[in-house]
């Protein structure tokens, strides 16, 4: 959808404006208690043909989340991924440690509703999950929505572009 005449656009490029002759590159993570979920994830993706970039872990060895949730966030931020994708326990640490890299909108999503509104009003270019929560099942659901539903541009986009001046705000004040 384009936004209507005045209406400001978003920074960050939606993952539906990658042209269809250019794969998708999503880069995926997880701590030890999402790591089951993420191999799952992996055969999904590669099976749309996304180019994945997997940044661990890759045992059920404990390991801090917010490590693995920061390099998905940096992927996505630094143009090396579209989108990303990051499962642990809950999805809530690795959503909040996402969210503190400029640049990058997570969603903590735990079903399709709130995928689809993640990608459509919000842009979200992160979604975390919660792989003790859900089921195989409904995390493909859930990815498959968020990696397939457009941002919405619009009204939704002068929203985007509050939160993303909240987040320059933020880094040329030095994080405060």
């Not at 404006?17 to 701590?31: K, W």
């Not at 390099?71 to 503190?100: E, F, P, Q, Y």
């Not at 400029?102 to 919660?130: I, P, Q």
């Amino acid at each position: 959808m384009v936004p209507a005449a005045g209406a400001p656009s978003p920074t960050a490029r939606p993952a539906s404006s990658v042209p269809a002759a250019q794969t998708l590159r999503v880069a995926l993570g997880a701590d030890h208690g999402g790591v089951a979920m993420k191999d799952v994830l992996l055969a999904f993706l590669r099976e749309r043909g996304a180019e994945v970039h997997d940044v661990g872990t890759f045992g059920t060895t404990p390991v801090d989340y917010p490590d693995f949730a920061v390099a998905v966030a940096r992927a996505v931020a630094t143009g090396a991924a579209d989108l990303g994708i990051m499962i642990d326990g809950a999805g809530l640490g690795s959503c909040m440690a996402a969210n503190k890299v400029s640049g990058v909108r997570a969603a903590m999503c735990h079903d399709v509703t709130t995928a689809a509104n993640a990608r459509e009003h919000n842009n979200a270019t992160v979604l975390t999950l919660g792989g003790t929560l859900i089921g195989s099942r409904l995390a493909l659901e859930i990815a498959r929505t968020f990696l397939d539903t457009p941002f919405a541009g619009g009204r939704h986009a002068a929203r985007v572009d509050k939160i993303d001046a909240l987040d320059r705000a933020r880094s040329a004040s030095g994080g405060a």
